[in-house]
C-alpha cells in the first residue's frame, strides 16, 4: 500500500508512545521519537528492546529480523528533529494547553506536507487541531493500550480536517497493520465512552469493599471473556492518566459515572499509580504482579 508518509515522528515516549514507536517501526517505517526529557528516551528503547526480546522467544518475530526493525527506531530530545517527519503522532498527556504547546512547536520545525496526529482518547480534536497552526492536516489517532499488541485505532476527523488528509491517515493506519474505524469528533469518541465509566465503576466496588481488585478482574475476565480485568488495566495505563482522561470526559459530558473516585485521588496522592511505580491495585516487582485482595 503507497501512503506518502515514509518517516513517523512520535512525540512522547510514554506508555503509549513507545508502543506506537513500537508499531511503526515494525512495520518498516522510519521512526523518530521526540521527548524532553532524556530519561524517557532511555526507558522506552529499553522497553522497547524488552518488548522484542519476548517476540522472538514467544516466536513472533525471527531474531534476524530484530535488528533491522531498531535500525528503524532513534529517539531524541530535540524537536527539531521531527523536522524529517511526513507524519507526527502526538502521545503526550490529556491537556488541552500541553498539547497545543508542542503542535505550536511541531508547526515551526515540520515541513508544510506533515500530518500530525493526536493519540487522544477523550479530548475534541477540532480544539486539538486549533492550536496547530495547520488545523487542516491534523487527525485523531487513538490507539488502543497496549497499542504494539492491540489492533484497534479510531480515526477521528476534526470539522477542519481535510478530507485528503483523512484518506491519507487512514491509508498509514492501514500500512502500519492496524484496524482502522471512522468515528465522529465527539467525547470518549467509541472505547473511552464505554470504558472510562465502566472502570470507575469497578474502581467503586473496590471502594465499597464489596470485593478485592483480583476477584473483580477475575469474575469480569471469566463471566465475560475479558483477556485483562478493569483494575489491571488501570495499572497499566497509570492512575494518573486515568484521572486525566476521566476528568476530560467528565467535563464534556457531566455523565456521573464518568466522575472519578475518590479512591483514585487517594491512591495518586500516595503515589500508588500502577505498574510505573511498583504498586496500584496489584503490587509489582519486575513483570510479576502480585496482591490484588
Known sequence: MTTGIKTVGVAGSGTMGTGIAIVAARAGFRTLVYDSREDAIARARKQTEGFFAKSVERGKLPQAA???????????????????????????????????????????????????????????????????????????????????????????????????????????????????????????????????????????????????PADIDRALKTGLGYAMGPLELLDLVGLDTHLLVAEALYAATHEPRAAVPALVKRMIAAGHLGRKTGRGFYTYQGNAMFGGG
Request: one cysteine or more.
Open 66 to 212: 530484530v535488528a533491522g526493525v531498531l535500525a528503524n527506531l532513534s529517539g531524541s530530545t530535540d524537536v527539531g528533529t521531527m523536522a524529517a517527519c511526513d507524519i507526527v503522532i502526538e502521545a503526550v498527556f490529556e491537556d488541552l494547553k500541553v498539547k497545543h504547546e508542542l503542535l505550536s512547536r511541531l508547526d515551526k520545525v515540520c515541513p508544510p506536507h506533515a500530518l500530525f496526529a493526536s493519540n487522544t482518547s477523550t479530548l475534541s480534536i477540532t480544539e486539538i487541531a486549533a492550536g496547530s497552526g495547520r488545523d487542516d492536516r491534523v487527525v485523531g489517532m487513538h490507539f488502543c493500550l497496549p497499542a504494539q499488541l492491540m489492533k484497534l485505532v479510531e480515526m477521528s476527523p476534526g470539522l477542519k480536517t481535510g478530507d485528503a488528509t483523512f484518506q491519507a491517515a487512514w491509508d498509514f493506519c492501514k500500512a502500519l497493520g492496524q484496524t482502522p474505524v471512522k468515528t465522529r469528533d465527539s467525547p470518549g469518541f467509541i472505547l473511552n465512552y464505554f470504558l472510562i465509566p465502566f472502570n470507575n465503576d469497578a474502581i467503586r466496588l473496590v471502594e465499597a469493599g464489596v470485593a478485592a
